[in-house]
Nanobody, 120 residues
Framework: QVQLVESGGGLAPAGGSLRLSCAAS????????MGWYRQAPGNQRELVAAITGGGHTNYGDTMKGRLIITRDNAKNTVYLQMNSLKPEDTAVYYCNALVFNLNDELETYWGQGTQVTVDS
């Protein structure tokens, strides 16, 4: 069982920056991919950024150009650097992991979420 624990959320001014962290309870070196999603009230959960085991990155359209996603396999942690924050970035940000199980089936794990609030 994989547990994901997010941290780093909070209140930021418009134009400010935050760095989110997602620590996994097991080694992430074999994970297929890890990523961040966000969900604002009344909205669907949407992709923010993802990074594969090989280091390939993919960014959602809404925050593209203002993000950097990285992973540190030694610390079993994925980071999301968010810059030039806007009030519309206010949401709960969730960490996500895609992991192949022993049956070679892809399983999805989620963290509990961390609130990001951008003050205008």
């Amino acid at each position: 069982q994989v547990q994901l624990v997010e941290s780093g959320g909070g209140l930021a001014p418009a134009g400010g920056s935050l760095r989110l962290s997602c620590a996994a309870s097991v080694s992430i070196s074999s994970f297929n991919a890890m990523g961040w999603y966000r969900q604002a009230p009344g909205n669907q959960r949407e992709l923010v950024a993802a990074i594969t085991g090989g280091g390939h990155t993919n960014y959602g359209d809404t925050m593209k150009g203002r993000l950097i996603i990285t992973r540190d396999n030694a610390k079993n942690t994925v980071y999301l650097q968010m810059n030039s924050l806007k009030p519309e970035d206010t949401a709960v940000y969730y960490c996500n992991a895609l992991v192949f199980n022993l049956n070679d089936e892809l399983e999805t794990y989620w963290g509990q979420g961390t609130q990001v609030t951008v003050d205008s």
